[in-house]
């Protein structure tokens, strides 16, 4: 086993949570059942990475790089909530765009992209949801690919939806010129949509989870407290309950939602508070930024709403979310006038 297919191969365990990996082995089929039964996967993960890697190793498995470099793909698809993933959008669509096939797309892509880069590797695969998974090691006129930092991209054909991870800002230009030619829309742009949950940003941006927006709000069902007996006060607290989730469902809709895990705002505006006079007379805009996190944002946001936690109504900053499929947003005071 060569150094770069130990490393590639290091890389690939280490990232692999300890339960999927029983599972990439056996999909691997390059260790037999005896052979994986006889890691001991209660170990550390530098313990059990070291012993699997030695285990290869020793019985001449993933000897030829590219066999590594497909599974390594291979994993990727299949675990995609590694890394953190942005979402694009093509603009301005040609009137063939929307006949671009696959074979297509690929010959093009691979072409524009190596015209640019001398030394660049480019593998493809089309996944079961109908979305080709793009798999690009970079290089340079000097140096050979780096297959240890690939970026991958993922477009669902037809659409103007892009999502990538591990794109640096030097790649950038490079990559949304081969998509524009590859796929013959004329621009390409920040979706301002990002997480490290690559189906929850998908069904966001292209707006595939259920949206469920019931026109007929009925009471909720809620315990009564039963040494309340006044019918005038559980009246009112029903009506109360009632119009909280209503203002809840209105916003978020009804049904599952994606589990986004952050939002950003980032705020620029006059500083105004008569008490502290050298922050308002400064002529310095204020600017900060503000971040809301949950292991399902959108989820937390809703239940704020309807237990009234949020006062209503619910704010456009909160309901623009699923509104406008974005998580980040950038506002500014009118009073500061356009930016030279």
């Known amino acids: ?69 497909c599974h390594i793909s291979e994993n990727v698809i299949d675990n995609p909530n590694q890394g953190m993933w942005h979402a694009y959008r093509l603009m301005d669509p040609e009137d063939d765009a929307c006949s671009v096939e696959l074979t297509q797309f ?88 990002s997480g490290r949950k690559l189906t929850a940003i998908r069904d966001l941006l292209m707006k595939q989870y259920p949206l469920v927006f019931p026109t007929n709000f009925s009471s909720p069902v809620a315990e009564k407290d039963q040494t309340m007996s006044n019918p005038c006060i559980i009246k009112e607290q029903d009506g109360l309950e009632a119009k909280r989730l209503q203002m809840a469902r209105g916003a978020f809709g009804d049904g599952v939602l994606p589990q986004l895990e952050s939002a950003v705002y980032k705020l620029e505006t006059k500083f105004k508070d008569q008490t502290n006079r050298i922050m308002t007379e400064r002529e310095e805009p204020f600017r900060c930024v503000v971040k809301f996190t949950s292991t399902n944002l959108l989820e937390s946001f809703r239940q704020c709403a309807a237990s009234g936690i949020v006062s209503p109504p619910i704010t456009p900053l909160f309901s623009s979310i699923p509104l406008k499929g974005k998580n980040y947003f950038a506002l500014k005071d009118k009073t500061l006038g356009s930016s030279p």
């Open 1 to 69: 086993m060569d150094d770069t297919t130990k490393r590639l191969l290091h890389r690939l365990i280490r990232r692999t949570s300890t339960e999927m990996l029983k599972t990439t082995l056996g999909k691997w089929g390059r260790l037999t059942m005896a052979q994986r039964q006889s890691l001991d996967f209660t170990q550390s993960k530098s313990a059990l990475t070291e012993e699997l890697l030695t285990l290869c190793e020793v019985c001449g498995y993933f000897n030829r790089q590219s066999f590594t470099k």
């Open 106 to 193: 690929k010959e093009r892509f691979k072409t524009h992209l190596s015209e640019v880069v001398r030394h660049v590797s480019v593998k493809t695969k089309k996944h079961t949801d109908e979305a080709v998974w793009i798999r690009i090691a970079w290089g340079d006129t000097f140096s050979r690919p780096n297959h240890l930092k690939p970026t991958y991209v993922v477009y669902h054909l037809q659409t103007p939806y892009v999502f990538v991870t591990s794109l640096t800002s030097k790649q950038k230009p490079l990559l949304s010129q081969a998509l524009i030619l590859s796929t013959r829309y004329q621009g390409f742009k920040d979706a301002n949509l």
